[in-house]
């Protein structure tokens, strides 16, 4: 996937205010716009401008594509790939779609945030006071999978970003203390009432929606309700098979290796996942460590196991 560089598509400064923005958008729109242009390339760099334009002029978007330009110094042309959960923290307010087509780097990134979940779009007449519920606003959050397990309470950092009176980008951070309910799973969320927009002629508030996610662990990962491990056995253990305490989310467990290790295998842990009604399994992926041989007495030992196994050939030829 392309890196998409909305800065030089616009042709203006990453310190541009939203004046420059617009200013940059209607001048080249003038230029490439499918109905006047008599450029051969106008319908493609119309819709490039135009996502562009979503981008830069809404701050809320500005300050979290710059953020991901500044972790991984992204430039245009590259095989680019966000990184994981790359805009947790980031809170966005509903905004309902454009109805456009954008490319896959847009919808990868801002699809979700410019369709809306739950945009609070109205239809019809309005009368002098109209009354409108504030719109909610969304974020991603990222915790420890534990977290999932037990329950708890955090202290949750987010970022958003409004206007100064110069048109130019200001971001705002702020904290807030969640409940974390038991057995909560990656992609649901969490709703705090009244935490959204306000609203207009004395409506209620917006809701703040938080989208859960765990972060990255090289321990264990979760798919739905059940987990993943990586569990490494020795060659004694995976010949033989044996039984061992292993440490899992949550706790510990006596689990016993059944002897004959083939790639891929697996071992269920029922109900040993993410605690609901329906808890998930817990899987433990087995995979061989083979002991280093850094003594005379070790290197001895391979030395010994080659000879006792001298018809073993770990790369059959083809057709064998």
Known sequence: MEFKDYYKILGVQKTATAEDVKKAYRKLARKYHPDVSKESD??????????????????????????????????G???????????????????????ADHSDFFEQLFGRAARGHRAQTRGGDFDAHPTLRGSD???????????????????????SARLDEEGRVVNEEHSLEVKIPKGIREGQHIRLSGRGSPGSGGAPPGDLLLEVCFK????????????????????????????STVTIPGGEAEVSFPAGWKPGRKLRLKGRGIPGKEP?????????????????????????????????????????
């Open 77 to 99: 042309g590259q095989d680019f790939r966000p990184p994981p959960n790359w805009d947790a923290g980031f809170e966005f307010s509903d905004v309902a779609g454009d109805g």
């Open 280 to 320: 998930g399994d817990l899987y433990l992926e087995l995979d061989i460590v083979l002991p280093p041989a850094d003594s005379d007495a070790e290197r001895a030992a391979y030395a010994a196991m080659a000879k006792a196994f001298p018809a073993f050939n770990p790369r059959p030829r083809a057709g064998a």
């Open 216 to 243: 990255p662990d090289t321990r264990w990962r979760a798919e739905g309700r059940d987990v993943y491990q990586r569990v490494a056995l020795s060659p004694w253990e995976a010949v033989m098979g044996g039984t």
């Open 137 to 159: 606003h969304h974020a991603k959050i990222e915790l420890d999978l534990l977290d999932a397990y037990h329950g708890t309470e955090r202290t949750i950092a987010l970022r």
């Open 42 to 75: 106008a319908t493609a760099r119309m819709v490039e401008l135009n996502e562009a334009n979503a981008v830069l002029s809404d701050p809320e978007r500005r300050a979290a594509y710059d953020n991901l330009g500044n972790q991984t110094h992204a430039h």
